[in-house]
């Protein structure tokens, strides 16, 4: 009976302790995932202030971008001469309209790449005339240009529309 | 310390004055008042046997059975060691030992012993030879006690009632002969039919030189012997009733139990302790990263709302490349000899870049690529197409 019991205890003690290094395993996992997330979360403080410091305004859709992009290839096309074709050139099927977005520095912020041709142009054509409706057009819009290249008389613009 | 005879009255004795009480007096009371007593017992009965000595626990159990064997009524019994493997085991009836104990409690009682006992340790400490056969004849007045030693083998007490020490002279003969028929095998070596009788008497020692001139007789100068005996009987023997040794083994095994329970809530109590103290570690951790994950949480759901709010900001502050104007000095700066095959402007790492590739028109010398404006930190190679010369430039913008 009296060994029993000890054996009991030991037994119940030998529970115990397995538990307790169990905990303490979970313990130190958890201890490091804090870690980690303090130096997250700093790193998120420091961000957050660092980006304190841009001017806020108020977000545009990307739709309502898209339109005011067009728009204005038109008022380019229109009052500078120069034709241009968009092409959406991220993914060829249009299934789902979400599928073309690209992630973007910022959160929640939608990138949608694209590419503008502009229209073969002959020899005499003022590249800087062309550069410069790019150029407005770029300010104009929330569009970000990443490489503007011309090859055998042909100018292509590559960037991304920006939009939430 | 009191020393206590029990007989068929009862002395009692401080170490000093003797008192005589019997039992069915009143004055039996008068034991509440003792501290501590040494006891002794007439009635008791002797056997020699024989049992191994080697296993305590089996010798006990051997020499128990052998003296129920002869004695059949329920006795308590001690034994002390004679010889190698020869034991004398000495009984007291069960009875008288619970009569005992209702006068006097166990727990005032230092030691229990036969009267021959108590009386052999007054012999010792008096240097009697006891290596002889000795017949002493204690005088209590009424009752004459005759106990019969061989060594340290001793019979069982007989009490004769009378004065007269031609009465007292069968007896003690009796009582030789029957315990030299007792011992049998167990007799000391070399008894012979003498023997000695010591007696505390002066009458009844010169009544017996009178009587049996050839006896050897001894005078032994004290009144009580036996109690006297108690004074230097200093062993912690005792008779116990069998309750007592039950509530004693009771009380051990309820010790052994607490204690190995003691053992095991120690056990379980340092297991308790580690779990609890991984536990409370484990908790406050645990604790402690649901606040960092809600901060976690508010700051991304702070920085999302910024973000969407800022990037138009940062749009308009990463368009600053003029890309008409730079096109346009870089065709102010480049010789007339030069043509531009094709440029690109390009952004890489926040970094933009403009690449432009020159060939040198037909029929006219390569002047070099003058290194002004933005030139300066052009890299500049030059490669041959079509039988000409070409400039591949990288300006960092």
Known sequence: MNKLMIVAALMITFLLIHSGLILREKATQVRQEKENMSTENI???DEIDEKRKFRQSQPESIANALTLLVNEIKMVEIYGGTRMTMVFTSKRD????QDHFVDTEFRHVKGFPLTICVDRFSDETDMVAVLNDIYLLENRTDLKVSEISMQSNGLIVKGELYGI | MNYLLFNNEILISDGQVV???DQGDGSIESFGSIEKARVCCVDVDVMIASAPEDYLDKKDNILAQKFQDIYSNDYITLNERIDSNIFQVIGIKSEKLKEIYSLIPSSKVDTFLPYAQALRSLLVQRQVAMSRSIIFVDDLGQEKLITVFDGLKFSRTRTVHTDKTEDILPDIKRSHIDFNKKLGEFASTGLSGDFTVMTNSQQIASGIKLLEPGIAVEFLDCTYPALEGLKYADTPIKYRIHEEIIRERQQKELRIKLMYLMIAFSICFGGAIFFGYNKMAYSSIAYSIENDKLNNLRLKTALNRIDQYIYREYLRKSKSINYSNIFFELSELLP???????FKFIEQNNHWFLDVYLLTQEGQF????????????????SFI???SIGKYLRIPL
């Open chain 2, 19 to 21: 008192k005589k009480i």
């Open chain 2, 336 to 342: 007339s000899t030069y043509e531009i095959s094709s």
């Open chain 2, 366 to 381: 390569d002047d070099g690529v003058p290194r002004t404006g933005m030139l300066k930190r052009a890299k500049i190679e």
């Open chain 1, 43 to 45: 790193a998120l403080s």
């Open chain 2, 385 to 387: 197409i079509k039988n």
């Open chain 1, 94 to 97: 249009n299934a789902d309209i």
